[in-house]
């Protein structure tokens, strides 16, 4: 098979822009951690995120999170066109700071659990999901 110029050129730009993919994904992720926290630094742990290492069916994941003392929790999966995907709030009287939900994820990233505290402090957790094509593993 040989190519043409035109195919060199079609299929080096796709290369280029698949590399520069994972730099806008992670950017827009922490965009929307920089809107719900207004700016200000976030300190890692403090949040108890629950999701499956391996996920056979990327339509349906089940995720828990909790953060004793939050008045907030919100759920990022980074490598979904649309990383936001829960915000869970708390009032005084919520009987526990924990919530949990199905989501969807586009294939093997991160999802990330930003808690606002009840001192004005923010606290995330980060974890990485496999997910698995047809459950097959592939």
Known sequence: ??????????LGAGAVAMTSLPLRVAAAGEEEIDAFT??????????????????ENGNTV????????????MILA???PNPDVATFNF???????SASTRIRLAGTQDVVAVA??????FAKTTKNVKVTIGGCGG
């Open 38 to 55: 207004g700016g200000e630094d976030v300190a890692e742990g403090g949040v108890m995120l629950d999701v499956p290492e391996i996920a």
């Open 62 to 73: 089940p995720v828990s999170v909790s953060a004793e003392g939050a008045t907030a929790i």
């Open 1 to 10: 098979m040989e190519f043409s110029r035109r195919d060199t050129l079609v």
């Open 78 to 80: 980074l490598g979904n």
């Open 91 to 97: 009032g005084e009287l919520s009987g526990s700071q």
């Open 116 to 121: 606002k505290m009840g001192d004005g402090s």
